[in-house]
């Protein structure tokens, strides 16, 4: 057992494989590193090189190396290279790989990912470097040590990893032509495959299929939806099925401190080519192990030329697409199991579509019921009375309105059908006189929010159920039968309206009148300022309400004083509770011990939605960092630790 980074550094070599490749692994981190050889004798090579630059970057020494018997470990050169640095150098027993099983293990994590993802786009198999140094570099920032909580990259480097820019390797993408004096009508992109990431830059390693090379760029773009299907890109005659790449490893096993994580490593060299005489595949650029902050290993070695025959292409049929079995690739998001089984067991009650009209609406049981729900609180609330109508009445249409209310993650809630007056149809003098209500304004939320906080005390939430049908109308109103729920038997009757209806004109006034009459006589003082707001003394505490239309936040500093309040307000009229406030007028807020915190967070990832900014790459802050800024000589001193 280790406790810090690079005090046991495992090392293995897997082949014989068209090219052979030496793996590292840190005991502490499970960081790895991956390069690629042609001979095992090279192996010392890398090894030395690897463990003088972690040596250079660890404040705390390295103590021991461990790796198997092989010849290209038990040798001279190494023997005088873990004397002079003063190493242990550790070895399994022979033909007992399990005593090297954290090295051995990672090797065949790595295999088995570099394996699915050339199967999965149908990359060709002599690529199967790359796909060995892209699966090194993912696992290293997605694999956790169990007991740790971190990932192998975050042990590495104290940092998080970002995982924003990871593609799906083998798909097709889109280099941007750079070449100058570029034809009016020509194309401005090169058709390529994506092969993982650069290990020596921030960039992207792509194979152009025209140029039949390797380049790494970061101005590409990509279709991971795509398979490779290209006749230049299918596999040439060196990668026949029954061809293997690696030989199994009997002796890929692990031991009991591997098997809790597998972390892995940074993108290694690859290779490309597709030569017939199993020599080693040339590299595309030279490959010296160095130091990035996103890249973690590499061969040196020249370019090549890389050659291909092309072939007939494959028609393969896939049983399972892939869009059937995890949905849209784009969407790299992942969701813990109890958050989608709430998800989907939610999703059988509600509806995610908003209706484009009533007909629409009737079809789906879920806004059957919104509207069975509406018009029961019509018959509930004793809002109108179908009568005759009167001479010379003018009645007023009405319609169905559908919208889906969200939560403050943005998921579909509760389907709200609501049957609307056509208030633009209406007479002032005739239809209605005063329409004036007060709202309260966002400064007064935050001013309420900031003395709650100062108080010590948590503001409620409660919303009322269809509100402006609990308002009185002085005026005489008729409106026409809902669209799609006319009586057969009286079609040419009307509803003469007792209560308020939404759409009407004088409707806020109306229900504004209602609850203020409410709560001035259950003891509250209205504010002399601002009109929505409500206090309540009550011995030496004290309770505030807040009113928003039909939004409602209150708290106190007794507990039975707001919950008697919630009590009394739930038998005046029919009231949702919602807890402690979370979402208001567009604000998130947070309540805790430390304070009252307010953001818009959703609203600003609904505008990066609407104007397709969702994958723009954020700026920290607006202000340039490097930008001085002078002390005002004439202002007043302020003290900093209140900011």
Not at 57 to 70: L, P
Not at 235 to 260: K, M, N, Q
Not at 455 to 463: I, S
Request: hydrophobic share 40%; net charge negative; proline share 5%.
């Amino acid at each position: 057992m280790t406790s810090y980074l690079g005090e046991l550094l495992h090392m293995d070599t897997v082949g014989p494989t068209r090219v052979a490749s030496v793996n590292g692994s840190d005991n502490f981190s499970r960081f790895s590193w991956v390069f690629f050889m042609e001979f095992k004798d090279e192996a010392f090579g890398f090894v030395r090189d690897l463990v003088l630059r972690l040596r250079n970057e660890s404040h705390k020494a390295m103590r021991a190396i461990r790796s198997d018997n092989g010849g290209e470990f038990r040798n001279s050169c190494f023997k005088n290279f873990c004397r002079d640095l003063g190493l242990e150098h550790q070895f399994s027993s022979p033909y007992t790989p399990p005593q090297n099983g954290v090295v051995e293990r990672k090797s065949r994590t790595l295999i088995e990912m570099a394996r699915t993802m050339l199967v999965e786009h149908r990359t060709p198999r002599h690529f199967w470097a790359e796909a060995v140094n892209t699966a090194c570099y993912i696992a290293n920032r997605i694999f956790l040590r169990a007991f740790l909580g971190m990932t192998s990259y975050e042990l590495q480097f104290g940092r998080q990893p970002s995982v924003k820019h990871l593609r799906a390797f083998g798909c097709r993408c889109f280099v941007l032509k750079k070449a100058g004096h570029l034809d009016k009508f020509e194309s401005r992109c090169l058709d390529g495959i994506f092969l993982g990431y650069a290990f020596s830059s921030r960039a992207f390693r792509v194979w152009i299929l025209g140029a039949k090379q390797v380049v790494e760029t970061c101005e590409v773009s990509f279709d991971e939806t795509m398979p490779c299907t290209t006749p230049a890109f299918e596999l040439s005659g060196d990668d026949e099925e029954g061809t293997p790449i690696f030989e199994d490893e009997e002796g890929a096993v692990d031991d009991g401190d591997a098997g809790a994580t597998a972390p892995a490593a940074a993108p290694a060299p690859s290779t490309t080519s597709s030569d017939d005489d199993g020599g080693p595949l040339p590299i595309a650029s030279s490959l010296l192990p160095q130091r990035q902050a996103h890249a973690e290993a590499g061969p040196t070695e020249d370019a090549g030329e890389v050659t291909s025959e092309i072939v007939p292409s494959r028609q393969i049929e896939w049983d399972h697409p892939l869009y059937r079995i995890i949905g849209d690739i784009h969407q790299r998001v992942t969701r813990s199991l109890v958050a989608s089984l709430a998800f989907f067991t939610h999703s059988a009650y509600v509806a995610s579509f908003e209706p484009r009209d009533v007909s629409h609406a009737l079809s789906d049981p879920n806004w059957l019921n919104a509207i069975h729900e509406e018009l029961e609180n019509f018959e509930r609330n004793h809002v109108w009375d179908l009568v005759e109508p009167p001479p010379n009445c003018r009645p007023i249409g009405t319609k169905w309105v559908f919208k889906n209310k969200q939560g403050e993650n943005g998921m579909v809630v509760r389907n709200r059908a609501r049957l609307v007056a056509q208030g633009f149809c209406q007479k002032e003098g005739i239809d209605y006189e005063e329409t004036f209500a007060p709202v309260a304004c966002l400064e007064a939320i935050r001013i309420l929010l900031a003395f709650v906080a100062s108080k010590g005390f948590k503001l409620q939430q409660m919303d009322v159920k269809s509100a402006f049908l609990n308002g009185f109308i002085e005026e005489e109103v008729y409106v026409r039968q809902p669209p799609g729920f006319e009586s057969a038997k009286f079609s040419d009757r009307v509803y003469k309206l007792r209560k308020s209806l939404y759409g009407l004109k004088q409707a806020p006034r109306a229900w504004y009148a209602r609850l203020k009459s409410f709560l001035l006589k259950s003891g509250f003082v209205m504010g002399s300022v601002d009109k929505t707001l409500f206090l309540l003394s009550h011995g030496g505490d004290t309770l505030i309400v807040q009113i928003y239309v039909d939004d409602i936040i209150f708290g106190g500093s007794s507990h039975a004083l707001v919950s008697s309040f919630a009590e009394q307000m739930s038998r005046e009229f029919e009231m949702s509770l919602m807890g402690e406030v979370q979402f208001f007028l567009g604000l998130q807020i947070r309540q805790g011990l430390e304070g009252t915190f307010i953001h818009q967070a959703k609203y600003t990832r609904d505008i990066l939605k609407k104007f397709n900014m969702g994958d723009s790459k954020p700026m920290t802050t607006p202000m340039s960092t490097n930008m001085a800024l002078d002390a005002d000589e004439d202002g007043e001193a302020v003290e900093q630790k209140e900011f």
